[in-house]
Structures are given as structure tokens and as C-alpha cells.
């Protein structure tokens, strides 16, 4: 509604921080079936807020996680900074300009891949980089694509139809096609959850090793606690839904490059995952508890 | 490994001919026809059904006669089954092609916009359960020709369902897949021909092949109040009060119709990537 609130100093002051990401005051309320139908029906719902004043700055080159109970608007906040859906009130920046529709500065990966079934694996990828990049010659375009094809490791099934592959090989595909656009922002909204836990693993490996080579600012949604450590420079822990707020940011001091044991051996690791566990049980069972009391 | 190998043997061995569906099935079928085909034959010598009513091996006769002479032209009332054929497919094949170019298109646009869907879907509602032949009167009223009328019957009764189907192919194309062009940035006209077009393309092809059977199904009735075609050869027949022949056209349109048919099944499969993902 009231999309421009941030008065001309607020705005000044965001040029000058070095988030390339901020969002303030961010709220979105799900208008709820009014009118004397649904009511006559029995359908009518009130409003619901999913999310409310959800204040966040990210870095430029960070890699963020926003973990939370099932339900809370992870996905909401997300698709808000994709611009596939608009906030109600509050403002989003990036690198100082407000958000106002999806753009190609932005590469999403979405959980169920969204690939097209009548595209192959490089046409998939290859039709991201013709609709951002019209004016490059073919021959680049080409480059492009292959480059990605090999970066995601998907040599060989370049023909294939996605009803062709696995899962993993999906999201690979995915995954490349979000970074063949070369995108200043990596969104991913749970990338992994439709996932074995062993083909998880190698992907988040996968992933770790394309995040140092880019060091693209990421931001991914995860249930998984020891996913959102492995690869994240910072986890944003959200509260329960409705009115969902961010609880704690927690900075993971995890060096870099990382793999799984080492990160499982680093000394502050057993008391980030404790606290993460905490917080999680915590607002879950307190879901469940308002849904029983019900 | 052994088990599993001695295992298909056996099952081979089992899968004699007679134990495959496929063998089965058409065992079945043929022995069914000769039934059919000797309960008719008898029955017509017994004169158990109307007066008149030829016998198969007559009738079998009369299809090997019209389909070993198919082109031959002594005048439009005696005229063979393969012109006859002809001049109906080249009248479905033109009235066709304009509704689907018609329909194709329009679909689109009114699968696109909710609100042009919501506005125009009334017409379609109420124009697509009237019989094409109920335009009949109307079409030779305007354009005061058989051949143009018999064209016109044939688009409007196969418009309806390839626009439909178009229209609802369209609406319905998963969220998912516009959201990764909206993420692109891909502009309005690269959407609809990249991503909404092919996408409801399954759902276009079946519209196309509903519309070609009502096609074929239509343009049997319309000639016989036009003069010329498989339909004008039946109602010739049928003034001539010789049934065989009219046995014959029934099959011949038929096979006809299953061939149409076909050619849109294999083009479903070609467009339907197996399941989504
Ligand atoms: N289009 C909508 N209309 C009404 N309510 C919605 C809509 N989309 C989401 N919601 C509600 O907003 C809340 C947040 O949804 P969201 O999908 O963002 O949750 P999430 O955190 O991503 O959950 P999950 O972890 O299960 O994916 C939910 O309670 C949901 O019911
Ligand atoms: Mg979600």
C-alpha cells in the first residue's frame, strides 16, 4: 500500500552502508476472501500477516540462511526479494534502489526446479542466458552455457530431457541456469528439500565449492541445521508465523574454504548447532501448542 | 544371477504364442469377426433382418469392387469412392485449417487474460452444444454456394474445442514456469511464445484432435444435403436403395477416422515429455 514510506534521509542513509540487500520495515498481509459471497458461503477469512517488520541488511559477498519453523514466511521474504510478490508495507533496497519487479540481477533457484519438461538440460540454461543477454553472439552464448554445463558438473546429459534425469541432476540444472545469468544475488528457496540426504550432501558440497570460486551474496532458505552451517556466513533465525519477526542473526565464524569436518570439528560448532536446535524446538513446539489449544 | 537368468527363461518359455496378450487379443478379435460375419451371412440368406438387407459376402464383394476401382468419373452420381473421399478431406482439410488458425490464436489471447476468459466464455458455453448442422440453413442463406457452406459447417464445428482447450492450456500453464521467465526479466511476447506456448501445447494438440473428429464426424452429415463427398455417395446410395454400398462408405469413412486419429496421437506423444518437471 504504502510502498514509499522511507522518507529521502532514510533513503540517503542506505546509500551509504555497504548492504547490497536491506529491507525495512518489511510487512506482507495476505488479504483474507471478504465480500457478502463468501460470507453468505461460509468461505470469508480475515487478513493474515505473515510477516512483520522484518528489518535485515546483507553484505555484498555473504552467504545468508534463513532457517525458521515450517510455515513462519520464509518463502514470502523471499519471494518479496525476487520481486515475484509485493510487500505490504516497507521498503527493499538493493545496493540503494528500491525493488519494485523480478529482474535478472537476481537468480533464483526454486525447490521443485522449475525447469521446462520440453527444453533439454542446455536448452533450459541456454534459454536464461538469450532472454538476459539478447545482444551476445550465439558463439558466447554457447561458451556461456557450456561453461555452466561443466562449472555444475552435467557433462554428458546436455541432450537429456529434464523428465530424463534424477533430482540432483534437476537441480543442478537449476542451479546452473540461476548462475549462467550471472547474477549479482543467488536466491534459493530450500534448493535441496526435495532431496535424498545422500545426493543433499554431494550437492551441498557442490555448492560450497561453486560459492568460493563466485563468492556470489546467496541467500538460501533451509530446514537443515547442519546445511545452513556448512555453507553460510551468517543464519537469520525467524520466529513462528503469524507476525512472524526475525529472532537472532547468528555469524558463523567457519573458515574458509570449508568442508564437512572440518567444520564439524571447529570449536564453536557444537554450540551453533545447540542454539539452532533450541531456537527450532522452541518455536515449533510452540506451533503445535497454539494449534492444539485451538 | 543364475536364478534371475533361469527365471526369464521360464517365463520365455511360458510366453508361448499363445500366452502373449497381443496373440490373444487378436485371436479374440478375429474369431468375434467371424461370428459377426456368419451370423450375418445367415441371418441375411434366412431374411431374419429387413427386407432387402444384403448378405455379407455381398457386401464384401461390393468394398473389394470400390476399393480396387477407387477413381472413376462418369458424372457426380457416379462417381468413385476415392474422388468421393477426396472431395471430403479436401473440405475438411479447409475448413479445418481456418478454425484452428482462428482458434489457436484467439485461444491464447483469452487464455492469457482472465478477465477476456471470464467475458467471451459465455459464447463459447452456449455456441458449443449446437449441432453444426443447425448452422446448415444459415451458411447456404449467406453465401448462397454448397462447397462454401460445407467449408463453413466444418469451421464452426471444430472451433469450439480447439479454442476451449487452448484457452484453458494457457490458463492453467504451472506458476512455476512464468515465475523463472518473470525472473528473467523475459518480455511479455518472449513468455507467451517461449514458455506459455509450448507449454500448453499438450493441451492445444488435444483440442486440435477433438476438433478433427467432429470434423470428420460433421462433414458426413453436411454432404448429404450438398451434393459430392462420402456423405452425397451414402444418401446417393440410399436413393438408389442399394445398401451394400452404403456398408461400404460406413467403413471406408471409419478406417478414415481412425487414421485422422491417429496422426494426433502420435503427435500427443511427441509433445508430452513424459511426467512434468
Ligand atoms: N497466497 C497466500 N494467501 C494466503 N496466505 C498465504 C499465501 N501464501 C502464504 N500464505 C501464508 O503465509 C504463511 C507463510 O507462508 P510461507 O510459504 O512463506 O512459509 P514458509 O516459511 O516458506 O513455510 P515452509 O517452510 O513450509 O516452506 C503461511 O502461514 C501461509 O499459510
Ligand atoms: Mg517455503
Given amino acids: 500500500m504504502n510502498l514509499s514510506v522511507s522518507s529521502p534521509s532514510n533513503i540517503n542513509h542506505q546509500t551509504m552502508t555497504t548492504s547490497q540487500i536491506s529491507l525495512r520495515h518489511v510487512s506482507k498481509v495476505f488479504p483474507g476472501r471478504k465480500g457478502w459471497l463468501n460470507k453468505l458461503t461460509g468461505q470469508a477469512t480475515s487478513d493474515f500477516l505473515a510477516i512483520d517488520d522484518i528489518n535485515l541488511d546483507i553484505e555484498h559477498n555473504t552467504f545468508v540462511s534463513i532457517i525458521g519453523p515450517s510455515g513462519c514466511g520464509k ?53 536464461a542466458v538469450e532472454t538476459v543477454y539478447p545482444k551476445i553472439s550465439p558463439k558466447e552464448q554457447s561458451r556461456i552455457v557450456k561453461e555452466h554445463i561443466q562449472l555444475v558438473g552435467l557433462v554428458g546429459a546436455e541432450k537429456k530431457r529434464p523428465n530424463e534425469i534424477s533430482g540432483g541432476m534437476r537441480q543442478r540444472v537449476g542451479i546452473a541456469r540461476a548462475l549462467a545469468i550471472n547474477p549479482q544475488i543467488l536466491l534459493m528457496d530450500e534448493p535441496f528439500g526435495a532431496l535424498d540426504a545422500l545426493t543433499r550432501g ?38 513462528r508465523g503469524p507476525a512472524a519477526k526475525i529472532d537472532e542473526i ?45 | 544371477m543364475t536364478i534371475i537368468k533361469e527365471k526369464v527363461a521360464k517365463n520365455n518359455q511360458n510366453n508361448g504364442l499363445l500366452e502373449n496378450e497381443n496373440v490373444k487379443a487378436l485371436l479374440l478379435f478375429l474369431f468375434s ?12 440368406n434366412l431374411k431374419l433382418f429387413a427386407k432387402g438387407m444384403p448378405t455379407a459376402s455381398l457386401t464384401l464383394k461390393e468394398l473389394w469392387w470400390w476399393t480396387t476401382n477407387p477413381f472413376f468419373n462418369n458424372g457426380p452420381n457416379d462417381l468413385g469412392i476415392g474422388w468421393n473421399l477426396l472431395i471430403s478431406l479436401r473440405r475438411v482439410a479447409i475448413g479445418y485449417t481456418i478454425a484452428s488458425i482462428i482458434a489457436v490464436p484467439l485461444g491464447v489471447l ?70 523463472v521467465a518473470k525472473t528473467l526479466g523475459a518480455s511479455r511476447l518472449r513468455t507467451i511464445f517461449k514458455v506459455i506456448i509450448p507449454a500448453a501445447l499438450p493441451n492445444i494438440i488435444s483440442g486440435l484432435r477433438i476438433s478433427m473428429g467432429i470434423s470428420w464426424l460433421v462433414i458426413v452429415a453436411a454432404e448429404m444435403l450438398l451434393g459430392t463427398g462420402l456423405g452425397y455417395f451414402i444418401w446417393n446410395e440410399w436413393n438408389n436403395l442399394y445398401i451394400p454400398n452404403i456398408i461400404v462408405a460406413i467403413f471406408i469413412i471409419g478406417i478414415v477416422g481412425i487414421v485422422l486419429d491417429q496422426i494426433f496421437a502420435y503427435l500427443e506423444k511427441l509433445v508430452s515429455f513424459g511426467s512434468k518437471a
Fill in chain 2, 33 to 44: 469377426l467371424g461370428l459377426f460375419l456368419a451370423f450375418w451371412e445367415i441371418g441375411a
Fill in chain 2, 110 to 179: 483469452i487464455g492469457i487474460s482472465k478477465v477476456a476468459s471470464k467475458a467471451f466464455n459465455p459464447y463459447f458455453q452456449l455456441l458449443k452444444p449446437v449441432s453444426p448442422l443447425a448452422w446448415l440453413p444459415l451458411g447456404l442463406y449467406m453465401f448462397r454456394d454448397s462447397e462454401i457452406t460445407g467449408i463453413f459447417i466444418i469451421a464452426i464445428a471444430s472451433i469450439w474445442p480447439t479454442l476451449i482447450n487452448t484457452a484453458f492450456g494457457v490458463a492453467n500453464v504451472s506458476p512455476d514456469y512464468l515465475d
Fill in chain 1, 75 to 127: 518463502s514470502t521474504l523471499l519471494n518479496i526479494i525476487a520481486g515475484l510478490s509485493s510487500a505490504t508495507s516497507g521498503s527493499i533496497l538493493m545496493n540503494g534502489q528500491p525493488i519494485a519487479k523480478p529482474g535478472p540481477d537476481r537468480g533464483m533457484v526454486f525447490q521443485n526446479y522449475a525447469l521446462m519438461p520440453w527444453m533439454s538440460v542446455e536448452d533450459n540454461i541456454r534459454f
Fill in chain 1, 250 to 294: 547468528l555469524e558463523v565464524p567457519f573458515p574458509r574454504p570449508r568442508d564437512r569436518t572440518t567444520v564439524e570439528n571447529h570449536p564453536a560448532y557444537l554450540k551453533l548447532k545447540q542454539e539452532m536446535e533450541e531456537h527450532l524446538y522452541r518455536e515449533t513446539r510452540a506451533v503445535e501448542a497454539a494449534r492444539l489449544s485451538r
Fill in chain 1, 202 to 239: 554431494f550437492l551441498q558440497d557442490e555448492v560450497e565449492r561453486i560459492w568460493e570460486q563466485e563468492r556470489k551474496t546467496a541467500i538460501m532458505i533451509t530446514h537443515s541445521i547442519e546445511e545452513a552451517l556448512l555453507l553460510s556466513d551468517r543464519i537469520v533465525m525467524m520466529t
